[in-house]
């Protein structure tokens, strides 16, 4: 059974730091591009993050919103794609899902649509 777990949300301050972790079951993350999206109340979902999959060299892209601030990571013996959050903003908050996109290209995307295995979400809150 394919699976998607997130975890690793949770209240920090402004400026803080956060690692969210998304764990596989039912098949192997290397061999799909994952991405993080996340999504406030009353606002839309908003793609964060991806990665490729491994054999095409593990390449990241992010949301304008993000860059310079989080890093998509993946680590092939867990079976986990991690995404680590610097500097972070109260714009922030919001409900983070992974994702797991199946069709047959190397290349990630941060458009949700293309996606068709999502995590139940995780919660981040980023307030003083």
Do not use: H
Not at 17 to 35: K, M, Q, T, V, W
Request: glycine letters at 14%; one cysteine or more.
């Amino acid at each position: 059974q394919v699976q998607l777990v997130e975890s690793g949300g949770g209240l920090v301050q402004p400026g803080g730091s956060l690692r969210l972790s998304c764990e596989a079951s039912g098949f192997n993350l290397d061999y799909y591009p994952i991405g993080w999206f996340r999504q406030a109340p009353g606002k839309e979902r908003e793609g964060v993050g991806c990665i490729s999959r491994t054999g095409s060299g593990a390449e990241t892209y992010y949301g304008e919103s993000v860059k310079g601030r989080f890093t998509v990571s993946r680590d092939s013996a867990k079976n986990t794609v991690y995404l680590q959050m610097d500097s972070l903003k109260p714009d922030d908050t919001a409900v983070y899902y992974c994702a797991r996109d199946t069709r047959p290209y190397n290349y990630c995307s941060i458009y949700g649509s293309v996606y068709s295995d999502w995590g139940q979400g995780t919660q981040v809150t980023v307030s003083s």
